[in-house]
């Protein structure tokens, strides 16, 4: 069954506003989780590292204070979109990585937001 | 972070073996093999991981030869579902992030 869940599934949002996506670590308690975009028949891009009671880090060309990332418990991150464009539409994808020898990452379901 | 090239695309049949094989010439001693696949809209899924020789599961091989410099992934007698993108990555243990490449889009056919 799944272990990460992400919420909401799918998103429409007008152009301004924002919107959060929250992934939840269903069985778990993740100390680290990442946040990915993906654009149509791209791959994955990393945004941020989003860690457990401290600061995310960002990937060069992210932007911080777009993407806010909240990491408040071992179960819970969120993804605040601030401000959403249009180019801002994409399928964002949350993941969790168990362990510091577990190469395995765990990935949510994915957000599918549109900004109008 | 070691590079990875992988083909773009493949074609299939179902109930054909496909292998993929994945370049990576510049993969550090501490670096593991591995592999995730990706459905339409959905998250990528881990397949296998290795560091060399062989590795097996219910799911797929995953061959790696001496020089690590490249690995094949091997899915036995593929079916419809088997479609999807396969993204081979290099690991460094202990890793903190995974970098994705574009990964090989595998259209399996009837």
């Known amino acids: 069954g799944a272990v990460v869940s992400q919420h909401p599934s799918r998103v429409i949002c007008k152009s301004g506003t924002s919107v959060k996506i929250e992934c939840r670590s269903l069985?778990?308690?993740?100390?680290?989780m990442f946040w990915y975009r993906q654009f149509p028949k791209q791959s994955l891009m990393l945004m941020a590292t989003s860690n457990e009671g401290s600061k995310a880090t960002y990937e060069q060309g992210v932007e911080k204070d777009k993407f806010l990332i909240n990491h408040a418990s071992l179960t819970l991150s969120t993804l605040t979109v601030t401000s959403a464009h249009p180019e801002d539409s994409s399928f964002y994808i949350c993941?969790?990585?168990?362990?510091?020898?577990?190469?395995?990452?765990?990935f949510g379901p994915g957000t599918r937001l549109t900004v109008l | 972070l070691a590079k990875t090239t992988q083909p773009i695309s493949m074609d299939s049949y179902e109930g054909q073996e496909v292998n993929i094989t994945c370049s990576h010439n510049?993969?550090?001693?501490?670096?593991?093999i591995t592999w995730y696949q990706q459905f339409p809209s959905q998250g990528p899924r881990f397949i296998i991981q290795g560091y060399k020789t062989k590795v097996t599961n219910e799911v797929a091989s995953l061959f790696i030869p001496a020089d690590r410099k490249s690995s094949t992934l091997s899915l036995p007698r593929v079916s419809l579902s088997d479609t999807a993108v396969y993204y081979c990555?290099?690991?460094?243990?202990?890793?903190?992030?995974?970098?994705f490449g574009a990964g090989t889009r595998l259209a399996v056919h009837p």
């Open positions: 990555l290099v690991v460094s243990g202990g890793y903190n992030k995974l970098i």
């Open positions: 993941s969790e990585k168990r362990g510091a020898d577990n190469n395995e990452q765990f």
């Open positions: 510049n993969i550090a001693t501490n670096d593991y």
């Open positions: 069985d778990f308690q993740a100390t680290t």
